[in-house]
């Protein structure tokens, strides 16, 4: 039964977005959600950096930013949380996260409120289910030193994640996607990757970035992140753009848009990066997936694995299975053997 469609989304939008997220997290915490009757098709699996996907959606960052719902059963191929910033802070002063319903969106600029490395980690520590697990890395907002505070990260999680994610692409903490840009990129990626080489464990090391990229800069990027050898970009972050299509009273609000809107922009910057690294660095595509066929078009336009969040708020976790669903169909339809086999195609 459509439960969360009928009953429970309607209930939680009744309430200010914040607060109805905190339940969703309480609930999921505490085992409320009833498990998802996972579907599983061997056409998703994917094998990516010595890891088994069992299909290739997961949750994007910021759904879980404090590891609370890491034992949450929702169907997904792997979950990244965070992110997550050395010391505990509160972020912005709220409200700042906004529904836009009209447009299938959302505005937030939360600002990295979080718990800080050591709460997470032990969380993580903790937990029971073996799925994928990433963890994406931010800055303190009042860190002298933002280099050093992703090096932290890294330390402090490289024994934990099966990958860790680099984001200088959040739009609600001042200066950081400053951090985009060619030189300060080159520095900070190669501390921490020498950092992620000098630990025990070696999880592969992806950069998120932001989709308000000029041709130049995304250039830049592909080649600092060949050079610097990444293992992989997440593109994209939310977007500080409002295109004109935005209808909802919401719309003027500052900070990063997500949802529907995003899925236009964020799957171009996705296809010129597959383009511009000629399909040699792994992609993670996220921005507006809503569905089986957004998911497989982030896929043909390169990405190995796609994520989402905002969906989730208007439709419920009973959408992981509906896009894994059509998903796997499509990818039949098509003739591909594999999610694999289908990445980038729309660039042959
Ligand atoms: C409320 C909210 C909080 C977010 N927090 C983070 C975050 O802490 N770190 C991050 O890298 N991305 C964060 N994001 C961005 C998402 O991970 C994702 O890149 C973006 O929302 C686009 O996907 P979507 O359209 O499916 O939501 C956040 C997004 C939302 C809506």
Do not use: C
């Not at 906004?98 to 800080?116: E, K, Q, S, Y």
């Not at 236009?264 to 792994?282: N, Q």
């Amino acid at each position: 039964m459509p439960l969360y469609n009928l009953f429970v989304g309607p209930a939680l939008r009744l309430l200010d977005a914040e607060i109805a997220h905190d339940i969703a997290i309480g609930a999921l915490k505490r085992g409320l959600v009833p498990a998802a009757p996972s579907f599983e098709d061997e056409v998703l699996r994917v094998a990516l950096w010595g890891l088994e996907f069992p299909n290739p959606i997961g949750v994007a960052a910021g759904f879980d930013k404090n590891a609370e719902a890491v034992d949450a059963r929702l169907g997904l191929g792997f979950m990244e949380v965070g992110s997550v910033t050395p010391r505990p802070q509160p972020g912005n002063p709220k409200p700042r996260l906004f529904r836009l319903p009209a447009d299938g969106a959302v505005i937030n600029r939360l600002g990295f409120n979080n718990h800080g490395h050591a709460v997470v980690a032990g969380r993580i520590k903790r937990r029971r289910q073996r799925i994928i697990l990433g963890v994406n890395l931010g800055r303190n907002k009042d860190s002298v030193d933002a280099v050093e505070d992703y090096r932290l990260g890294v330390e402090a999680f490289a024994g934990l994640a099966d990958y860790l994610v680099i984001n200088v692409s959040s739009p609600n903490t001042p200066g950081l996607r400053e951090l985009q840009g060619r030189d300060q990129l080159g520095g900070l990626l190669e501390t921490v990757l020498a950092a992620r080489d000098s630990a025990a464990r070696k999880p592969p090391l992806l950069l998120k970035i932001a989709p308000d990229l000029h041709e130049a800069d995304m250039a830049d990027i592909a080649q600092v992140a060949l050079d610097a050898g990444v293992d992989g970009l997440i593109a994209t972050n939310t977007t500080v753009a409002r295109p004109d299509t935005l209808s909802d009273s919401n719309r003027a609000q500052a900070g990063g848009l997500s949802g529907r809107p995003l899925f236009e922009p964020s799957t171009r910057v996705l296809s010129e990066m597959y383009r511009l690294t000629g399909g040699r660095l792994t992609l993670v595509g996220v921005g507006g997936v809503a569905s089986g066929a957004d998911a497989y078009a982030k896929i043909r336009a390169g990405a190995s694995l796609v994520q989402l969040y905002t969906a989730l708020i208007y439709h419920g976790p009973e959408l992981v299975e509906r896009i894994k669903r059509d998903l796997a169909e499509r990818l039949r339809g098509d003739g591909f053997a594999s999610v694999t086999d289908a990445v980038g195609a729309d660039h042959r």
